[in-house]
């Protein structure tokens, strides 16, 4: 399934989700204080479609944010899939990112990281990863999360990509998030955990 994506579809989003936070700003800052932590590690089973090699595959991704100064965090992910037709992939990502206020409930951040990834079959290829978002409580203890992400690696790609956490404590949540673009989709969902 192909996806245009546009600036308008990401200005959508992120008014949306500053919008959820600015009814009850005060509440919104303490439950951010509660629950959006840089420091965190997660585990999710991923499904992905990719349209250009007609291949369904699906595995486990395991990542992980951590914050180096208050501002900036590094990040980092493993992902290993396998699928139909003889497709599957492993893939390996690290970088770092930068975040800064962007209302009471959310925070705007960017991160740039190196990507690597090996199919089972035919060539591997690295290349950059350049993201851009918004993160933050949408409505009591559920985050959102709004991103555009461009991966140089390969055919080089854009993706929209978007989740949801649902805290149970301030240090477990389960988590749903998913990825389009014009070279496929995916939907992930696992848990997370603060620390």
Known sequence: MALPLNTTQLTLAAVAFSMAGVANADRGAALKDTYISYNHV?????EQDLDDYDCNQDGLRAYGNLDIDGNWFGVGSVTDLSGNKGCGSTTLSAGAGYR??????????GSLSLEHTSPDHG??????IAAAGLRGIVYNNIEGKAEIAHHTAFNDTTALNLGANYWFSPTLAATL???????????????????
Do not use: C, H, K
């Not at 060539?123 to 950059?128: H, I, N, P």
């Open 42 to 46: 997660g585990l999710q089973y991923v």
């Open 123 to 128: 060539d591997s290829d690295t290349g950059l």
């Open 100 to 109: 800064t206020a962007f209302s009471p409930s959310f925070d705007l951040y």
């Open 177 to 195: 998030d998913t990825s389009l673009s014009d070279e496929g989709n995916s939907i992930a969902a696992g848990a997370r955990m603060n620390f």
